[in-house]
């Protein structure tokens, strides 16, 4: 059917329609002098509504449409919005008044559902009061005292006893299961909870994602519950800039300045800074823990020893000494080519960065971090030419230490067969990522002491580690 056709048709049924409806004669007097008053241009429309000969109906609207459109063209007349005016932004002083009214509101009601420790002292003693076993980890609870239980606690409880949470557990050979393990759930999800709706009172626009300064801000105020008592007012700027970068590094591995909240509740990373929360920290945890006061203070004391010039920043010289200067000149090269500088110098985000990458050298976040400074020509490979000559500046930062190195070819080979590429020829990130050993890998291509540990792996095993030789 042509579209001449089809145009036929729709116009037929629209005068059936007409023809059908009860007030045939078409507008009456006041209804037409109304319309044409507000609107001068449908005087035209009016007329051809109102024609009484239904088989010219369609090609008299057609040109009063036409004829209408071009009187407007010619008069000046606007044709009447079929849409209200479109509503103020969320930008309005208002719109942010009432978004943030709302948030406060929301977040109130949800912390009030939230269990208290006398919560979880009722759960506890009304588990136990139905549970079977001797000793607290014995204690064990059948799918019916676990459902007779609820009934007997607040309205609060009960998404914690519903079957599917009963199903997440083991179960024992009597179909029961651990009290403490659901107890330890249940303590878990409040926690998690507890989390989320403190960090979404820092989402400022409400997308379900920070910005790296309202993680900040979220750090700053859980700092007085946490075991940082040693941490001055002229350092917590510098604090919080190393703890909220590790959320970045390992969170924001594209670096859109914003981090999912449910990105954070899942990662370790939390769970890393809650560890801060016990009184008394273990000096072991003291050191290994990123968040700590000895461990920040640590980063924040290499920067300064390393800026020699005190100009608050690091030039390629001044990073040369890091780690004892066993990192080779074209690993050091790349990594001022590829970071963002100030005059050809680091800042102590970008050294942050540099020192999580080297201090996690193989999470995914620090392979990808190093490949990108390994990837000379950033085609997203590494063929033999490229190994080659990584391999060479690490074997002259050996030399220059007095050590020597094997040959480079059989390096070579080696660092293909630890890689074990999907292509024969060339090492790509996924490869990396893949291999299990990519830490292994950038020592060998990057750093004159991973080169030596990986060569002297057995004597130095034998000998129980001790001191490296480069000094």
Request: with cysteine.
């Amino acid at each position: 059917m042509s579209n001449n056709e089809d145009e036929d048709d729709f116009y037929d049924d629209e005068d059936d329609d007409l023809e059908d409806d009860d007030d045939d004669e078409g507008l009456d007097d006041e209804a037409r002098a109304t319309l044409t008053s507000r609107h001068p241009w449908t005087n035209t429309l009016v007329n051809a509504l109102n024609s009484s000969n239904t088989t010219t109906q369609a090609s008299h609207t057609t040109a009063a449409i036409t004829a209408a459109v071009t009187t407007t063209s010619s008069t000046g007349s606007t044709l009447p919005k079929l849409v209200s005016r479109k509503r103020k932004g969320k930008n309005s002083a208002i719109m942010k008044c009432l978004n943030a009214a709302t948030r406060t509101t929301f977040i109130e009601r949800q912390r009030e559902s939230l269990l208290t420790n006398d919560d979880f002292d009722l759960l506890w003693d009304s588990l136990n009061d139905r549970a079977s076993g001797l000793s607290e980890d014995e204690r064990s609870i059948s799918y019916i005292d676990f459902q007779n239980t609820r009934l007997n606690l607040p309205d609060k409880f009960n998404n914690f006893f519903k079957a599917s949470v009963y199903l997440r557990f083991t179960t024992d050979e009597m179909g029961n299961i651990s009290v403490q393990q659901f107890f330890n759930y249940v303590l878990r999800k409040v926690s998690l909870l507890q989390a989320r709706i403190d960090l979404s009172a820092y989402d400022g626009d409400f997308d379900g994602y920070l910005t790296e300064d309202e993680l900040q801000k979220y750090i700053s105020d859980l700092m007085p519950t946490l075991n940082l008592h040693a941490i001055t007012k002229s350092f917590k700027k510098y604090y919080l800039a190393t703890a909220s970068r590790k959320f970045v590094f390992f969170l924001d591995p594209q670096r859109r300045n914003k981090i999912s909240i449910q990105s954070i509740l899942l990662s370790p990373i939390l769970t890393e800074l809650f560890e801060l929360r016990e009184p008394n920290l273990p000096k072991d945890l003291e050191k290994t823990n990123w968040f700590s006061g000895v461990s920040t203070h640590r980063v924040y004391m290499q920067y300064l020893h390393l800026d020699q010039d005190h100009n608050g920043m690091l030039s390629r010289k001044e990073v040369s000494r890091y780690s004892q200067g066993t990192f080779s000149s074209s690993f050091l090269d790349r990594l001022f080519e590829e970071c963002q500088t100030y005059h050809g110098e680091l800042d102590f985000v970008s050294w942050l960065d540099f020192v999580l990458a080297i201090e996690n050298i193989g999470s995914p976040e620090a392979v990808t971090y190093c490949f990108r400074l390994l990837d000379v020509e950033n085609r997203g490979y590494l063929n033999q030419v490229d190994i080659q000559r990584l391999l060479v500046s690490v074997v002259d930062r050996m030399e220059s230490f007095g050590h020597e190195a094997p040959k480079i070819s059989d390096l070579t080979n080696e660092i293909f067969d630890m890689a074990n590429p999907a292509q024969v020829d060339i090492i790509t990130l996924n490869d990396l990522l893949d291999c299990g050993v990519a830490g292994t890998v950038f020592n060998l291509l990057a750093d004159a002491k991973g080169f030596f540990q990986y060569e002297n792996r057995e004597a130095l095993a034998a000998q129980g580690g001790g001191p490296m030789p480069f000094q």
